[in-house]
Structure formats: C-alpha cells, structure tokens
C-alpha cells in the first residue's frame, strides 16, 4: 500500500528500514501532475528494484522570477491514486520550509553545463535541479534514479553531478513518452488551448525532420538549424527561444553533426514554453573491401 511521508525524519525512518532489510531502492523525482511520462519511470522502477520511492515537491528554487511557480498544477490527490495503482511504496511529498529551512545558502552550482541550452533563458534553473536532486539523493539513498530524456540537459547534469560528487547512484534516463501525433508529454501541456496543442506539434515535426535529414547524410548543423527554424516559425503562435545540436555529454554546439548528438529546442507556444529533443541516430557506411 501507497505510503505517503511528508517529513524528513518520517522518509529518513523509512529509507532506514529498507535498507536493514537490504532492499534495493528505485526513486522518481518528479513535481507532481503525473502523466503517462512520469508513469513510465516508475514502471521501469518497479520491475528494476525492491521499493519505489517517487518524491513529488514543487521546487521554488528551480523556478525563475516571472515563471510559472504558482501557477504549476498541483494535484496531489490524483497523483497518488495513479501511484497506487502502480504499486508504489512510498510518495514524498515535503514542503518547501521543512527543504528550505530560514538560513539555507547552499547550492550546487555546475560550471558551464548550466549555462547551456536551457540555462540560458532560465538562469539558476538547473543550480535548483541540482540542489534538489542531491538533497534527495541524501535522503532516500536509492540505488538507481529515474529520469526522462525529455528534460535532456537535466539528465546530463545530474550524471555529472552525481560522477562528480561520488554519489554511487545510478541514473537511468528513459525515452520521452508522446501523445499519438507526436507531442511530448508534459505537466505543462494542460496550459495550451487546442488550437496551441495542435501548434505545438511543430516541435516535434521539426525533430523529425533533423532526423530525415541525418538519415540522407546531411551533416552541416547549420542547415540542418535552418530548415529546423523554417518549420517552426511556420507555425504562427511558436516563438523560438533556441534551437541547437549539441554534443550529448559537453552540451556544446557542434557544427557537423555525428551519430549520437542531440538536437534540442525550447518553444513558446503562446505564453508555454516547451522543451523537446531527440537523440540523433546517423547511420554509418560500412565498406568491405575485399581482397
Ligand atoms: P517533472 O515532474 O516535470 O519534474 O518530471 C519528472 C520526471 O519525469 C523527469 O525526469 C522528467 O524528465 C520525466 N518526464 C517528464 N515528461 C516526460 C515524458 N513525456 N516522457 C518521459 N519522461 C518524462
């Protein structure tokens, strides 16, 4: 049955117990209005580990001046019915003074990576992922953490950080779960009118067309960018705030584009921004010469 703890020594308890019963815990960080995306890290969990854990927490420190912190669905009680059908073990749901208690001053910063991408327009976002994510990790001490590939640059930081803090934590990022025609899932989907959902799909047809253009050995990432942009500005509510190929562990631009770069995007589709990505497959020719 669904556990829900909401305070630190209520989690630290229980993590401590499973852990004298030396049951291996799996963990989903999320902010909560699960969806099928959430749902799937989750699944992958419960076949991979003893527990789940899922932690559901609106960070404040991730959230920029002028963002969407109060407006960020917030539904509890939905959440953890779906959890329960899941067969959760436990949800964490903390609040915001008990994690940021009056005094708190300390963050994980990331020299370059949170400056990339994302980073960019949402300054001190990923300084609050990261900051998050560790104090978790402390917390429920799981064995392997679950992330989405949607959120790319996410998943990038938090290998990092967890490689460069010797967290002995294993981070999975699995697939990005879409609607039918191709938009990504996401709790902020549910800002968009239809006719912006219906927009929206531009993101996805112009990841598709990266794609395409890899597989008929298109290389130069400018003009790949280029017909990226076309179709998204063809697309009259889309307004774009970057568009990119970049390297998967560096995040840096690349200017030819090889077999596993990603090309990333953040839109706003009105007054929604999106982020999408997808992993770039470019196929390799193998040529046998025979002697
Ligand atoms: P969030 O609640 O938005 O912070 O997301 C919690 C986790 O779910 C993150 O690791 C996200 O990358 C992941 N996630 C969000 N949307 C999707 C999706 N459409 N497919 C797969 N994972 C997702």
Redo the contacts with the bound molecule.
Sequence with gaps: MLQVITSIEDIKQRIKTFKEDQLSIGF??????L?E??L??VRQAKEENDKVVVSIFVNPLQFGVGEDFTQYPRTFDDDCKLLSKEDVDVVFNPKAPEMYPDGFCTSVVLEHLEDRLCGKSRPGHFRGVATIVLKLFNLINPDIA??????FQ?TVIIKRVVADLNLGVNIKA?????EKEGL????RNGYLSETEKKDALCLYKALIRVQEMANAGVKNAREILGEMEKIINNCKSARIDYISIVNPETLEAVSEVQHGDVAALAVRIGKTRLIDNIILMVLIAFFILLA
Excluded: C, E, N, W
């Design positions: 989903v960080p999320t902010m909560g209005a969806h995306g959430h799937s890290l679950y992330f989405g590939q949607k959120d996410q699995l697939p990005t779960i879409r990504a899932l996401s709790s």
